[in-house]
C-alpha cells in the first residue's frame, strides 16, 4: 500500500498499518470457543482405576472477545465408546469453571464433565463436540481421543531364587500394571511388607521365603521363593 494514500476507496481514514487492496476493512471480533484437550482421565501403569473416573477437558478462548458464559452459553457433550459407554453432557451458563470470571481471550479453562466406569481394561474412545450458538469458527468444535488401559497384573517377579545367608538379592515385578504393594507369606497368610509399593524389594532372608506383589490390591503377581 501507497503511505501517501490517507484514504480507502470510500474515503475512510487508512490505519497506520493499512489493509492491502483498496478498501480499509477490519472484521469484528468474533468468539470461538474450542478444544484443546481431554486433559483426564490420564493413564498411568502405576495407577489403579475404578467406578468414577473424572472426565476434564481443556478448552480456550480462541476468538477475538471475551466469553461470559452467563449471557453465552456453550454446550459440551463428550460420546465414550469403547470399554464403556457413556454420554456426558455439560452446559456452561455460568463461569464458575473458571473462578468465576468470564474467559479471557487466548485463555484456557478444564471443565470437569463428570465420570465414567474404568474398571474394564480396554481403549476408551471420546468424541466431543462444542455448541454455541455465536461460535464463528467450528473447525475446532470437535474434539476425537482415546486412552488404553491395560489389565491390572501383578507382573513377573525376577529375581535370584537361591542366595546364600547373609546375602542381598533384589527382586523386581516385571511388566506390571497398578499399584503395587509387596507381600511375604508368613504363617500361612500372604502380608503386607510396610512401606514396599514400589516396583523392586530388596530381600535377605534368612529361611526359605516366598514373596509377590498385589496389584491395586486384587490381582496378585506370580512368586518367587
Known amino acids: 500500500a501507497n503511505p501517501l494514500i490517507t484514504t480507502d476507496f470510500f474515503g475512510l481514514t487508512r490505519s497506520a498499518i493499512p489493509d492491502l487492496g483498496a478498501i480499509e476493512f477490519t472484521p469484528p471480533a468474533s468468539d470461538n470457543l474450542g478444544f484443546v484437550a481431554i486433559a483426564e482421565p490420564m493413564i498411568s501403569t502405576d495407577s489403579c482405576y475404578g467406578a468414577s473416573e473424572d472426565v476434564i477437558v481443556t478448552l480456550i478462548n480462541a476468538g477475538g472477545t471475551i466469553i461470559d458464559f452467563t449471557s453465552t452459553n456453550a454446550t459440551l457433550t463428550i460420546n465414550v465408546s469403547g470399554a464403556t459407554t457413556q454420554m456426558l453432557t455439560t452446559t456452561l451458563n455460568t463461569n464458575a469453571a473458571n473462578g468465576g470470571s468470564p474467559l479471557a481471550i487466548g485463555s484456557t479453562v478444564d471443565v470437569n ?102 496389584a491395586c490390591g486384587t490381582v496378585p503377581s506370580d512368586t518367587l521363593s
Open 113 to 214: 464433565m463428570g465420570t465414567i466406569n474404568m474398571t474394564t481394561a480396554g481403549t476408551f474412545n471420546f468424541d466431543g463436540l462444542i455448541t454455541m450458538v455465536t461460535d464463528t469458527f467450528p473447525q475446532n468444535d470437535t474434539l476425537v481421543d482415546s486412552r488404553i488401559l491395560m489389565p491390572t497384573t501383578g507382573g513377573t517377579i525376577v529375581g535370584a531364587d537361591t542366595i546364600c545367608s547373609g546375602d542381598t538379592v533384589i527382586l523386581s515385578a516385571d511388566n506390571s500394571v497398578g499399584t503395587l504393594q509387596w507381600q511375604v507369606f508368613t504363617s500361612g497368610a500372604w502380608v503386607d511388607i510396610a512401606g514396599q509399593t514400589f516396583d523392586t524389594l530388596q530381600v535377605n532372608p534368612s529361611v526359605l521365603t516366598e514373596y509377590r506383589t498385589l
